[in-house]
């Protein structure tokens, strides 16, 4: 699996507006090039819409809009980085994708206190990687906290399926 | 959570826990069909051989459970073993043991699913002590009676003969596919398993001890020893322990084990598996199909119609194949219907009604997937009528109406459509009373009678109930608003139909299958949209002089109807191209209609749909996604509820009110001035 001998875990890098964040490679199904995305209306702001991916069709997240980053055109460099949380599968678009990483769990700090609340709850820590520090995603908070939430009892009782996701 | 499992073993037994529990399945079904059986034969002496099924069926489940360390499933199994014993020789079979019966299998249910779920499972305690109760009891009233029965004990088929099979399985074997399961349709293909004894071996591991009624003439193939099954060797005719012959007249089990080795169970993952493959063969399919048609200019005539005739020839076959998987998906909804018969008895105790339940159309087919979502809204359907429908005895009788309620299942295939539905003999719903309680929780503010749609949405709202009090059986008002929920979203629809003093009918219409279907590709703005060709009743091309604002909606006559219109543009914000002729696509049923005005019509193409089911795009007006030959996903329109967008217009700006505060979420669709931006 992705632990080794060391207590070392492999965790995938990938760089957004030039922060390196990690991703457990246990948490990666796959990662593929940016391909035809198909906006789906009504979605919340920071999902670009839908791909299949081999033979599924899956939602795209701009992790750049979802962390309030501005969005930049997808060039050959841009990935869509597939993970698999509690039964869910959904694409992350990164500027790129390129390391893999060991990094060791003791090498591994909590987020520090000064950060807002939303943003610590998907940040499962951080670590030093030679010069660069890396913030680790922790994959199954992150799609968590996109869910839009459930409908009020009152908007439930205008029926739910036909009204817009409150996000 | 396995307590006697322990260390590098009870990781051993996970992998079989899956076997575990399609095996409980399976014998819990059994146990719910004898004790059924065993109930409506109360007076008479209980069957032998059910009693020996029955037993059969505990025996494995307590040994099941005792190897996957579910100590709590094994004690109640024994226990209804127990009480299974004392019922044979009786001559007639008690109702308190019955009932200890009935309540142990619950239990075991309850026990089996903790350990799915994960959960602590029920303790067994309570329920041992209530079995030796009622036990003890039956023993001081007779003592003879029982006697004489065990020894009819030990039934066994004519033309079988009993032979001992041993498998052990292995993390190879399973790698190869090769588990209790296999094994078990293996040893069905001889004949009857009479009894399956999981041990756990001095030096690790587990053995499955299978005892087989074999019947004459057939004997286990030796290459069956390669996979971990052993047995003794085969001596024709004479060989092995041959049980007693007790009725020559009755070849008891022969059949049941020859219908049982034609089924093969698959795991539905596998299946939708294959689906997908045939629906990505479809997509590649339509490639070819459009490289096709763009050589013709490149070849020869004949050439040309070769292929062509080659392309037209595998969707031919295509299409064969995906009818066929889909076949394979298809289970009789008579299943369900009997898991009802077995809710019901609980109900009519609780309530203390008479109640018979009649099925029609058990026959009917409809997707697994189906199936399984609908057993908790049906459940729920047929406990409401119960509890709310049927009134008690006394009152029918007053009412000129026969003691006992009749609730009755039908199922119908319509077409593509399946129809379900639930009818009691009862009350009816007081409508009258169903306003004035909706107007006291604010759900309504009219002091209108309440038409049968906006009945339906007050029944269906969260939190409604008639009931001052909630019971056991139903009343605590979540409930319906779940039924529709599930219904609608395997793209279905409820409907309600009640005469007061006569009785209510409600109606489900679902998909016979939810995958592949034909559909016309429009286009709105610059997107690619699919809408299922069976809700499409015309497509017309937008007449702006047809079109009459009404209120505050943009309407169409059409056939000398008024028809609501919804731009498809402005709801999903994919604006117009400038110049391009307009289209409506007329959907709906006779009693709603609706109008899609979208950009330009495509044509037909048979697509895949792929649900959305993810949180982040499941939204309103979206029924699904599907993949187009040029590989670009497209959305699939949701009909139904873009239709109901129209008709709960009305209804809507009443609810509205419900909480001033509350903001207009619903604005999209029920402010039509938006829709012609």
Partial sequence: MGVNASGAESYVLCELAGTTYALRSDDIEQLEMVGQLTPVPNAPAFVDGVTSVRGRVIPAISLRARFGFERQPHDLRSRLVIVRAEGRAVGLIVDNAREFAAIPEATIHPPPDGLSELSSRYLRGMAQLGERLVLILDVAELLRVTEAPSPSLAAAALSAEILPSIV | ?677
């Fill in chain 2, 1 to 677: 959570m396995s307590a006697d499992g322990g260390g590098g073993g009870s990781q051993f037994f996970e992998e079989f826990i899956d076997d575990y529990f399609s095996e409980c399945d399976e014998h819990l079904a059994t146990v719910r069909r004898i004790l059924l059986a065993l109930e409506t034969a109360a007076g008479e002496p209980p069957d032998a051989t059910r009693l020996q099924e029955l037993s059969r069926a505990l025996h494995t489940l307590k040994g099941l459970s005792g190897m996957v360390g579910l100590s709590s499933a094994e004690e109640v199994a024994h226990a209804m073993e127990d009480a299974v014993r004392a019922l044979q020789g009786e001559t007639s079979a008690p109702a308190e043991l019955l009932e200890a019966l009935f309540s142990g299998e619950s239990l075991l249910e309850a026990c089996v699913t903790s350990r799915r779920d994960g959960t602590a499972p029920p303790s067994p305690g309570p329920y041992v002590d209530r079995v030796r109760d009622v036990l003890r009891l039956l023993e001081e009233e007779s003592t003879e009676a029982s006697m004489q029965a065990r020894e009819s004990v030990g039934l066994q088929a004519v033309g079988t003969s009993s032979h001992s099979f041993e498998f052990v399985p292995s993390a190879e074997l399973a790698a190869r596919g090769v588990g209790v399961e296999m094994i078990r349709q293996r040893l069905l293909s001889l004949g009857e398993i009479t009894s399956t004894i999981p041990r756990v071996r001095q030096t690790g591991g587990v053995v499955f001890e299978f005892t087989v009624s074999v019947r004459d003439g057939v004997a286990p193939i030796d290459a069956w020893r390669a996979d971990g099954l052993s047995w003794e060797p085969w001596l024709p005719e004479s060989a092995g322990p041959v049980g007693m012959v007790v009725h020559a007249s009755r070849p008891a089990s022969a059949p049941i084990a020859a219908t049982a080795s034609n089924v093969v169970r698959v795991d539905l993952a596998r299946l939708d598996d294959l689906m997908r493959m045939v629906g990505e063969l479809v997509v590649s399919r339509a490639r070819l199909g459009e490289s096709v048609t763009r050589a013709s200019g490149g070849m020869t005539p004949n050439a040309w119609e070769d292929l062509n005739e080659a392309n037209e020839t595998i969707e031919r076959q295509l299409r064969a194949i995906r009818e066929g998987v889909m076949r394979i998906r298809l289970v009789p909804i008579g299943e369900v219907f009997e898991r009802m018969r077995f809710a019901m008895r609980d109900i009519a105790r609780e309530t203390g009604k008479a109640i018979h339940l009649e099925f029609s159309g058990q026959d009917t087919e409809i997707d697994k997937l189906v199936v399984d979502r609908m057993l908790e809204p049906l459940l729920h359907l047929v406990r409401n009528s119960a509890s709310h429908g049927i009134e008690s005895r006394a009152d029918r009788i007053a009412a000129g109406k026969p003691g006992e309620g009749t609730i009755s299942l039908r199922a119908r295939a319509a077409g593509d459509r399946i129809v379900l539905e639930v009818e009691d003999d009862g009350a009816g719903i007081d409508v009258h009373r169903v306003g004035r309680r909706a107007r006291e929780m604010g759900l309504v503010t009219t002091a209108e009678a309440l038409a049968p749609d906006a009945l339906l949405d007050v029944i269906c709202s969260p939190g409604f109930s008639t009931r001052e009090t909630a019971d056991m059986a139903s009343g605590r008002g979540v409930g319906m608003t779940v039924v529709r929920t599930t219904i609608r979203s395997l793209g279905g629809e409820l409907f309600v139909d009640s005469v007061l003093g006569h009785g209510t009918r409600f109606t489900i219409e679902l998909p016979l299958t939810l995958m592949i279907t034909d559909a016309l590709i429009l286009e709105i703005g610059d997107q690619a949209m699919a809408i299922p060709q069976i809700v499409l009743r015309e497509i017309l091309p937008l007449d702006p002089a047809a079109v009459t604002r009404f209120e505050n909606n943009e309407v169409l006559t059409y056939r000398g109807r008024v028809v609501p219109l919804v731009n498809l543009g402005a709801l999903f914000n994919f604006p117009s191209r400038p110049g391009v002729a307009r289209h409506v696509l007329i959907v709906g049923s006779d009693l709603h209609l609706a109008g899609l005005v979208v950009d330009r019509v495509l044509g037909l193409r048979e697509i895949v749909v792929h649900p959305v089911a993810d949180p982040l795009i499941a939204v309103p007006g979206v029924a699904g996604a599907t993949e187009l030959a040029d590989g670009r996903v497209s959305l699939i329109l949701d009909a139904a509820a873009l239709v109901r967008g129209t008709r709960d217009r009305g209804a809507r700006a009443a609810l509205r009110t419900l909480q001033p505060g509350a903001p207009n979420v619903a604005g999209a669709l029920t402010t039509p001035e938006h829709l012609w931006a």
